[in-house]
């Protein structure tokens, strides 16, 4: 009886390990995919403070097309760029994290940025993103 149990225990041991070493090591999706909408930054913002629970179910992890006016330039702790579009709340907007640095991104400038929208915290986080040409 105790042998029994010792090897179920053993047995999901090694399931839970195989299993995590798999998830860890999964291939990390990109932004480089056809995006699923392309929306003006001010759109997905609105429907996400409008009704969240709706645009989770719309946008969640799905690459995004989403173009605007740059509000703010910034790094955060891991180094990566951040740009902020603006919205028509003049406290937050959409939070794009860059794959890849830009250079000379300015506040008020035009840009088309795609990528993995993650949901809305007090800004809509998109990560991942990569700048489209238009």
């Avoid at 090694?14 to 699923?36: C, Q, S």
């Avoid at 429907?47 to 799905?62: T, V």
């Avoid at 910034?74 to 740009?83: A, K, R």
């Amino acid at each position: 009886m105790k042998k029994g149990i010792l090897w179920a225990g053993v047995v999901l041991l090694v399931i839970g390990v195989t299993t995590a070493f798999w998830l860890y090591n999964m291939p990390h999706r990109k932004a480089n995919a056809e995006p699923f909408v392309t929306l003006k930054a001010t759109e997905l913002y609105k429907s996400f403070e409008a009704n969240e629970a709706e645009a989770n179910e719309n946008y969640l992890d799905k690459v995004i097309e989403v173009h605007g006016i740059v509000s703010s330039v910034s790094i955060n702790q891991q180094g990566d760029q951040v740009i902020l579009m603006q919205s028509n709340d003049p406290m937050f907007g959409v939070s794009c994290t860059m794959d890849k640095s830009m250079q000379d991104v300015k506040p008020g400038q035009s840009l088309y940025l795609k990528g993995i929208c993650k949901g809305y915290l007090s800004d809509v986080v998109l990560t991942d993103c990569i700048y489209i040409k238009h």
